[in-house]
């Protein structure tokens, strides 16, 4: 008799260490949050960590949001296929060029810092060459942008840095991109689908691009140029 008194008592806290565990949980503001969704239940955001190929900045950041941008950046887009170097050039280690049968080997020194060159539109015409993502000494990704900025450009496709904008009628040259092509407009991002993210997406690969390493790009004055910390 003396054994099953002992095991009741027990069965009775354990019971209600859990119910309070889970009301606790239910009524954390960090659970309702919309902004910071967790970490224990979304296998993106453990995903996107274990795949982040550059070390992280999280001072001052929502580590979930962090995870989930890395998901996104790096499973989902890939957005380093078009902002890095090109599989060709600089985009991967020496040996790790998946293209290559190699395992894949990202290089740090290039990661989300552009340069891609996708050549022109036309024959003549500006190159389109893929920008740089990675922050600039503000913190800020995209060289700066704030998030207002970086939400109209995924939404819309402006380009804010009109670095290729509409040629006058009857002209063609390398400082811009004929008609019916929209200067104004990103032509190479695939910016059509990618405004179908949600706000909360968006906000998770901003706080992702926020938290990468800086690189600083070609050199100034070259409008690509990044000015790292």
């Known amino acids: 008799?003396?054994?099953?008194?002992?095991?009741?008592?027990?069965?009775?806290?354990?019971?209600?260490?859990?119910?309070?565990?889970?009301?606790?949980?239910?009524?954390?503001?960090?659970?309702?949050?919309?902004?910071?969704?967790?970490?224990?239940?979304?296998?993106?955001?453990?995903?996107?960590?274990?795949?982040?190929?550059?070390?992280?900045?999280?001072?001052?950041?929502?580590?979930?949001?962090?995870?989930?941008?890395?998901?996104?950046?790096?499973?989902?887009?890939?957005?380093?296929?078009?902002?890095?170097?090109?599989?060709?050039?600089?985009?991967?280690?020496?040996?790790?060029?998946?293209?290559?049968?190699?395992?894949?080997?990202?290089?740090?020194?290039?990661?989300?810092?552009?340069?891609?060159?996708?050549?022109?539109?036309?024959p003549g015409s500006a190159h389109i060459i893929s920008r740089n993502l990675t922050p600039d000494k503000t913190g800020l990704p995209e060289g700066g942008r704030t998030f207002a900025d970086f939400v109209q450009i995924m939404r819309t496709g402006v380009d804010l840095d009109n670095l290729h904008p509409t040629c006058p009628p009857g002209v063609i040259n390398t400082g811009c991109v004929p008609a019916p092509f929209h200067g104004e407009l990103l032509q190479v991002m695939p910016w059509p689908g990618l405004k179908d993210l949600t706000d909360h997406d968006l906000r998770g690969i901003y706080e992702y691009l926020s938290a990468i390493p800086c690189v600083a790009g070609p050199p100034a004055p070259n409008p690509r140029h990044n000015d790292c910390p």
């Open 1 to 122: 008799m003396t054994p099953r008194k002992s095991i009741k008592p027990a069965a009775v806290v354990a019971v209600f260490a859990a119910i309070i565990s889970a009301a606790t949980l239910i009524s954390s503001p960090r659970v309702k949050s919309q902004d910071d969704p967790g970490t224990d239940g979304d296998s993106r955001i453990q995903q996107g960590f274990a795949i982040a190929p550059v070390p992280l900045n999280l001072d001052g950041k929502n580590p979930a949001l962090v995870g989930l941008g890395s998901y996104i950046v790096n499973a989902t887009v890939p957005c380093n296929e078009c902002h890095g170097a090109g599989p060709a050039n600089t985009q991967y280690l020496p040996g790790g060029n998946p293209y290559m049968g190699q395992p894949k080997t990202i290089n740090p020194a290039t990661y989300l810092g552009g340069g891609r060159d996708f050549g022109p539109v036309v």
